[in-house]
């Protein structure tokens, strides 16, 4: 994991880099933004047992919400480098037969660019969650240098051992996709196994270990405290690659907000700013 | 009223139906479990060679669970976890007391705590009440009754083409197809065994649907008064603790620290396994109730390598003829064994002799290794041994002394003992010596099959705290006082295991195990001028697993894995390796189940290489060794359409990074990834 990250913010560097140079110097490796939505970076991105999630389009499918109707924006600049940003949309739709869901993300820019269109769906009977996310992964690169595209499959499961305790397990591109019939990129493919059990009425602890195939396992974890009312608190970490993140998020009726702050393990590269917004209808 | 009567009926009926399917997939759960604490050794290569002849014991086992009110000793003395004072303790309670109404009353029976309750669990029975009363020989019922039929026909292959079947035969390449096919017929009853096993592995030719590669069948009478087996065709014997003549299964060293050591003979078995070369042809019998004699006479032909034209090494295990070598090798050696074992159960105990000659029609010759300097040579060879099992308060003192025809001798000895309610204890030690050419024995012991060359303790402990919370360790000095395989000289070494087991809910339960090993082993290095020197140094490899198992629903069971292995060969580096996997066992309905996992493993190398054990079709072994980094993910189904006819079927992945090749040699695949397929088909009635 240390080094696909590494890797990939060499790559935007490079490609930032390429682009105040106006050099095309474009490396084969590209990958955006693996966890989505701020709640869920400022917990150390431990996302693979945290119910009640609004980005779970984007985490396990598994703990899709049952019970709302919600519409969630997401976006953030790494190292405050506006030419790298993610920005995502996600849609949870209940329904009687399971929750639909829906999502969009967007990293780049006009050079360089990987979109990913998202249908998924999840169901759960006696305690037992599972869901499925087909994905859609487009990638295009400026200057006439050609895109591709490649469909993948996700799935997950979870269940919730007793009230307070949380298990759950999400698999990635588990059909094994490739980008292009030239090059056969392959796309990541991780497992994940995570819990999240409550402290506290008011402390969530959730924690996950995570390994991509290419990459050495990471290990992950975060708190969340109630401070005052709905206003929430959260801190978080990564090991390999070793970051350090926090933020704070403010739950209403009708909507919530919450704002992220990731330190990388590179000092040089500074503090990555996220926020998301959710709104039920 | 009917209607309602019916209702509540239908009702009954579909509830034992969820509660007989669920405690069916909690049995297949258990069986799978044991199989996996049995055969995760370090070196499948050296367990391989009964694993699968295990896997179908215990699940045949499952399928026809004792019956703890009618079971005598010697049946009950088949159960993995009890020994000779548990199976006299379950016989005085069901004559003294009262008949068990449920199996959950054998924690009523002396000794018998929760550990050994869960342990024989999923392989006994209280019957249905309804036995058969005492028929007479003459009638058709007494040799039908608890009678079936069943017939399986089993397909499976690797998806991709490897190396030995693009060369011709010729050039050294497969004579047959990639395919796997097993089938076997069969019928059982109470009294009666009739069975035919025909397979023909990988690269092996299929000429006609008769001539498999491997063909066993048998004809055996089972418990008939005094007559308690007779068979003719092919059958395994397995006597006292293994030290002169065993074929069959056999439990070693793994997480049941306990019952590791001890062994209880099974006698003469019907043969119905589709390993090759672990059985005996001829007849068999054994005969008598407190005293028993069993006597038996073989004749089979052995595939060995040649040396010239009189003169052949001892046959292998494998049982492959896929090559033109090895085709031309097939069937080369003739072995006749003949001889008998007396068993006589005393009150407090049971005293057993046993003894054999075998004869092979060509000479056998040893390798000019080192390690092979003690190894048989000649054409005959006679083996023979007193074992014995004595209750001694609460223990029991097992073990068998055995000598071979030039006078090498073997002994093994233990104790196994409760010690208080909460805790159990083994304390053994055995000696091999290097001339003990026990050729037709698998005594326990670090170095599996033939008991030769070793002399170690063992000690194993099980502590149980309240209900929820089981430890089990292990420690197992031994010392090879000639040269093994792959070594020159005298080694030593020692393993270890330590598990704790926490069952914090009825459906949630999760446990850590340790285990390492440390062995001398000789590596090669140069020196300044070149020169290159042998040196002996520690060879080292350890694991660490955290195992969580959840049951979400009677219909849901979650599991999630990691291990960690470390191992510095000797003169080597130390190396990481490591393994986290997801699986998933769903019951659809009634009807259809479905397991799958997806695994991760990144190891630096094969010595970091991990383990492991997969649901598979039934009867068939699957533990797969992982190495390198990449993923593997499978899916099984099992569908019963109707209740005489049951199907599986696997698939299984393993995509490989970084790499262009899979495997080495004959087995050699282009590409970064394997695959295979399996299906099966019972028919059962």
Not at chain 1, 111 to 119: A, D, G, S, T, V
Request: charged share 20%; with cysteine; net charge negative.
């Amino acid at each position: 994991m240390i080094r696909k990250l590494i890797d990939i913010h060499r790559f935007k560097l490079t490609l930032l880099g390429s682009v105040l140079l106006g050099i095309s110097g474009i490396s084969s490796i590209v990958q955006a933004q693996a966890v989505i939505g701020a709640r869920e970076l400022a917990v150390g991105q431990a996302t693979t047992a945290l119910y009640n999630t609004d980005w779970s389009m984007f985490g396990n499918p598994a703990l899709m919400p049952e019970d709302e109707r919600a519409v969630s924006f997401f976006g953030v600049r790494y190292f405050s480098l506006a030419e790298i940003t993610d920005m995502a949309m996600s849609v949870a739709y209940p329904t009687t037969f399971g929750t639909l869901g829906a999502g969009a993300h967007r990293y780049g820019d006009d050079l360089f660019n990987e979109n990913r269109m998202r249908l998924g769906y999840k169901h759960s009977f006696s305690g037992f969650h599972f869901g499925a996310i087909l994905n859609y992964s487009h990638v295009a690169m400026g200057g006439g240098y050609g895109s591709a595209g490649a469909l993948g499959i996700n799935v997950g499961l979870a269940a919730s051992i007793v009230s307070d305790l949380w298990v759950g397990a999400k698999a990635t591109n588990v059909n094994q996709p490739e980008y292009g019939s030239l090059n056969n990129e392959k796309l990541p493919r991780e497992l994940s196994i995570g819990f999240s059990y409550h402290l506290s009425d008011i402390a969530l602890f959730t924690t996950d270990v995570v390994k991509d195939v290419q990459f050495p396992i990471s290990y992950r974890g975060g708190v969340e405290v109630f401070i005052i009312e709905e206003l929430v608190g959260r801190a978080g970490f990564t090991i390999k690659p070793l970051t350090f993140s926090g933020g704070f998020g403010y739950n209403s009726e009708l909507w919530t907000v919450n704002i992220a702050v990731q330190r990388h393990e590179n000092r040089a590269l500074g503090y990555s700013p996220a926020i998301d917004f959710k709104i039920l209808w | 009223m009917v209607i309602r009567f019916l209702l509540v009926l239908g009702c009954i009926f579909a509830f034992s139906e969820v509660g007989y399917a669920q405690q069916q997939d909690t049995t297949r759960s258990e069986v799978e479990d044991d199989l996996e604490g049995a055969i995760e050794n370090f070196d499948p290569g050296d367990t391989n060679f009964d694993s699968e002849q295990l896997t179908q014991f215990l699940q045949e086992l499952a399928e026809n669970p004792i019956n703890i009110n009618q079971a005598g000793v010697n049946d009950l003395l088949q159960l993995p976890g009890l020994n000779l004072k548990l199976a006299r303790a379950i016989i005085k309670y069901r004559s003294d007391v009262k008949p068990f109404e449920t199996t959950d009353e054998l924690d009523e029976v002396s000794g018998i705590g929760r550990v050994t309750l869960e342990q024989v669990r999923p392989y006994i029975t209280v019957g249905s009440g309804l036995e058969l009363s005492r028929e007479l020989y003459t009638s058709p019922r007494y040799w039908t009754s608890g009678g079936h039929f069943q017939a399986f026909s089993r397909y499976q292959r690797d998806l991709q083409k490897a190396e030995g079947y693009e060369q011709s035969p010729q050039e050294g390449g497969y004579i047959g197809s990639p395919v796997k096919y097993y089938q076997r017929i069969g019928y059982q009853s109470d009294h009666l065994s009739v069975n035919l096993t025909q397979e023909k592995d990988p690269g092996e030719e299929l000429v006609g649907p008769f001539q498999f590669d491997h063909r066993t069948w048998h004809v055996a009478l089972e418990d008939n008064g005094n007559v308690q087996m007779l068979v003719g065709g092919d059958y395994s014997l397995a006597f006292g603790q293994g030290l002169v003549l065993w074929s069959g299964a056999a439990f070693g060293k793994g997480s049941n620290v306990v019952g590791a050591v001890s062994r209880n003979g099974r006698g003469i078995k019907p043969y119905t396994s589709a390993q090759e070369t672990n059985y005996y042809r001829g007849a068999a019998v054994t005969y008598g109730a407190r005293l028993q004699f069993t006597g038996f006479y073989s004749n089979r032909y052995r595939s060995a390598s040649d040396i010239n034209a009189d003169t052949t090494r001892f046959p292998g295990t494998d049982g492959y003829h896929r090559t033109e070598t090895e085709f031309l090798q097939k069937n080369n050696l003739q072995q006749k064994l003949y001889g008998g074992h007396i068993q006589w159960e005393i009150p407090f105990g049971i005293i057993g002799a046993t003894g054999y000659q075998t004869i092979f029609d060509r000479y056998i010759t040893a390798s000019e290794q080192t390690y092979a300097q003690y190894d048989f040579e000649g054409t005959s060879n006679y083996a023979y041994g007193v074992d014995y099992t004595f209750i001694a308060g609460p223990a029991i003192i097992f073990g068998e002394v055995g000598q071979s025809e030039n006078g090498g001798y073997g002994l093994v000895s233990g104790v196994e003992s409760s010690l208080g309610n909460d805790t159990d204890i083994t304390l053994a030690y055995r000696n091999y010596q290097a001339e003990f050419q026990s050729i037709l024995g698998n005594g326990f012991g670090e170095v599996s099959g033939q008991p030769k060359n070793e002399e170690g303790v063992y000690l194993g402990m099980r502590h149980t705290i309240g209900a929820k919370v089981t430890l089990s360790a292990y420690i197992d000095q031994f010392r090879f006082p000639t040269a093994r395989f792959g070594t020159n000289q005298p080694t030593q070494g020692f393993d270890w295991l330590a598990k704790a087991e926490f069952d914090l809910t009825d459906s949630f339960n999760f446990y850590v195990q340790l285990r390492s090993e440390i062995e001398d082993d000789e590596y090669e290095i140069s020196d300044s001028y070149g020169r290159v020197q042998r040196r002996l140094g520690d060879a080292e490899r350890s694991s660490f697993r955290v195992n969580l198992e959840y049951w979400v629903n009677p219909k849901v069971r979650l599991r999630s894995r990691g291990e960690i292995v470390r191992s510095q060969q000797a003169g080597e580096d130390l190396e990481l390796g490591y393994l986290l996997y997801q699986d998933l066992r769903l019951r659809i309905n009634d009807r259809l189940r479905l397991d799958t996992r997806v695994s991760m493993f990144d190891t630096e190398s094969f010595a970091t290489r991990v383990y492991q054990f997969e649901s598979d079709l039934l009867y068939v072994f699957s533990s797969q060794s992982l190495f390198d980094e990449g993923q593997r993910i499978y899916v099984l189904l099992n569908y019963e359409p109707f209740d005489f006819l049951e199907l599986w079927a696997k698939f299984g992945l393993t995509v490989y990074e970084d790499t262009q090749v899979v495997g080495s040699g004959l087995n050699r695949v282009e590409g970064d990834r394997r695959s295979e397929v399996g299906v099966q088909a019972r028919v059962r009635f």
